[in-house]
């Protein structure tokens, strides 16, 4: 791995190749193209957007990789509510990819999240990426789907230990991820074009989005 590297809050000046970045990183992974770049572009100015939690992480003075967070909502069955928090786009460099760097800013921003009060993550993403830095099944904390259903990719993370204590909690995120495809296939039909084409992990994330645990 290389050494030089610094993890630091976005700027301004870092959007456009942040959402270059993200392109590049996510195209064809999940279906032909991609949205996510599309969806940080909108992210920023959403009201759940927590730009303290906006991270980039630089190598050799290069953007190499970047993490975003919005606020999301467990609610337990008397309607006690607890603000949480989700992330997505995380994105590195297809260049630098599999040498830690996502890991380095989960773990990074772990550590702030902690430290304004935040006690419990939710995503959405592939087990075998995740629970190495700690995340676990939905089903183990007892959070699900508003459908009360327990998604296979559904992984949650207490920041603080017994945060989530047994009951059932039903999860919502943010407005903000909801974007439609057909503005995001607008959006990216304005950038220099990239060949769709079909990947064996669309399927292996076809499979995993479709899977529920009882």
């Not at 296939?185 to 899977?211: C, G, H, R, V």
């Amino acid at each position: 791995m290389e050494s030089k590297f610094v993890i630091r809050n976005e700027r301004e000046s870092d959007f456009e190749k942040v959402e270059t970045l993200t392109r590049e990183a996510f195209y064809n992974v999940y279906v032909p193209g991609c949205m996510e770049h599309y969806l940080v572009r909108n992210i920023r100015s959403h009201e759940d957007f927590v730009p303290e939690l906006d991270f980039v992480l630089e190598l050799d003075g290069e953007i190499a990789g970047s993490i975003m967070y919005t606020k999301a909502t467990l609610t337990d069955e008397k309607g006690n509510r607890k603000e949480i928090l989700t992330f997505g786009p995380l994105c590195v460099s297809p260049k630098v990819q599999r040498r830690g760097y996502g890991k380095l800013l989960m773990e990074h921003s772990f550590a702030r999240a902690a430290e304004m009060g935040y006690e419990a993550i939710v995503i959405f993403g592939s087990p075998s990426n995740y629970v190495s830095s700690g995340f676990k099944s939905c089903r183990t904390f007892n959070v699900c789907t508003e459908e009360r259903k327990y998604p296979a990719a559904m992984l949650v993370k207490e920041l603080a230990p017994g945060a989530l204590d047994g009951r059932q909690w039903i999860y919502r995120e943010s407005p903000a991820m909801a974007i439609r495809p057909e503005e995001a296939q607008a959006y990216d039909d304005t950038l220099e074009p990239m060949e769709k084409k079909w990947l064996p992990s669309q399927e292996e994330f076809y499979i995993l989005s479709n899977s529920f645990l009882q």
